[in-house]
């Protein structure tokens, strides 16, 4: 193994931990790099002027409103002036970026809320934040290349800054500064931040097929298993006494919608034939027309679905150029309209078959 893929490998040896491992290997060579600080002073002020100089940094200072940024940058005397969420392909907090604008972001001098992200991030990430920010104040941009905004009349600014553009500037500070130890350990941190954005969950872009590679796969696993739990939470679906079901084609499980028990997950056979979504809820006919019933209740009478093994097979949603948390809440409310469909289609024969007793 390279020495510059240390910290990856200590990565996917520990999951769940990537962006905590990263913080405090930033902070440490911030710590012990003054190259690394003026790296990072450099970032800070080509979006922002007049911010005073980074002196000191430290991971996840709580606040007296309970806050806590990843890392605090603070001036030579001891101010906040920058804080900095480090984030791979995490979603954002409910307080985030707002709560940190309003009880944490100094007000008294220029200061930073930057959010340090893989460059692939950036333009899902962006629009999600200045939204939230705009909720507070009007935001007024003061470079749109480098994603930095002035919140209000304040000197309080939102910038995203991306892993490499940072990483960067370090190693050309390291270098000319003649920092060996420095610029081997950005290697490693480098190595790090590109196995993180590599493997996270991104967005599926529009245009294209959703791939079945493993990181894939895994991002789907985890979308079948949050959506049963979010209709659980909601009551339209139930799963007592049904287990999950591995099957030759996927990952999935049989869950109860609406009192319908049907089979969800990655059905790779369907996804294969008809190149839409890897994302798949089955039922077992119970009548010939059904399908079309459903289809008529979905809003949609020329959707395709498909007959296979035995069951009728409906396509899942899954949405174009959003991040993790939006694909889920379209998976959710597209298995919802199915259960609700399926519903009205039993309805519906159970009103036949109730109607030709009666003329009979």
């Not at 995203?160 to 390291?174: I, Q």
């Not at 679906?237 to 030759?248: E, F, I, N, T, W």
């Amino acid at each position: 193994m390279s020495d510059d893929l240390l910290l990856a490998d200590l990565v996917s040896s520990f999951p769940g931990n990537t962006e905590d491992i990263a913080t405090e290997a930033l902070c440490h060579i911030f710590r012990h790099s003054a190259a690394g600080r003026k790296a990072l002073n450099d970032v800070v002020k080509s979006g922002v002027r007049g911010v005073n100089p980074i002196n000191s940094v430290k991971t996840q200072v709580i606040g007296l409103d309970g806050t806590r940024p990843d890392l605090v940058c603070c001036d030579q005397t001891g101010q906040e002036r920058v804080l900095i969420e480090v984030k791979f392909w995490a979603p954002l907090t409910a307080n985030q970026p707002n709560g940190y604008v309003k009880n944490r972001l100094p007000k008294d001098g220029p200061a930073v809320l930057m959010f340090l992200v893989p460059h692939d991030r950036i333009p899902y990430l962006w629009p999600q934040l200045t939204k939230r920010v705009r909720e507070l104040d009007p935001v007024k941009v003061i470079d749109a290349e480098r994603r930095c905004v002035r919140i209000g009349d304040t000197q309080q600014h939102l910038m995203v800054v991306s892993w490499e553009s940072l990483l960067d500037s370090m190693a050309a500070r390291s270098s000319d500064s003649g920092e060996h130890s420095t610029t081997t350990q950005i290697r490693q941190l480098r190595s790090l931040a590109q196995h993180a954005g590599d493997q996270g969950p991104k967005p599926i872009p529009s245009g294209t097929e959703p791939d079945t590679s493993e990181t894939r796969l895994s991002q789907y696993r985890r979308l079948v298993d949050a959506a049963t739990e979010e209709g659980l939470k909601q009551g339209w679906a139930d799963r007592k006494g049904l287990h999950r079901a591995r099957q030759s084609y996927g990952y999935g499980r049989y869950i109860s919608l609406c009192g319908n028990v049907v089979w969800f997950g990655i059905n790779k056979e369907l996804f294969e034939t008809s190149g839409t979504t890897p994302l798949w809820v089955g039922r077992h006919q119970s009548h010939a027309d059904e399908p079309d019933v459903v289809n008529r209740e979905l809003g949609d009478e020329d959707r395709e679905w498909h007959s296979l093994r035995g069951r009728h097979w409906f396509p899942i949603e899954l949405k174009r150029d959003v991040e993790e948390p939006q694909i889920l809440a379209g998976v959710v409310d597209s298995l919802k309209r199915y259960g609700d469909a399926l519903e009205e289609a039993r309805k519906a024969a159970e009103h036949r078959a109730s109607g030709s007793t009666d003329s009979s």
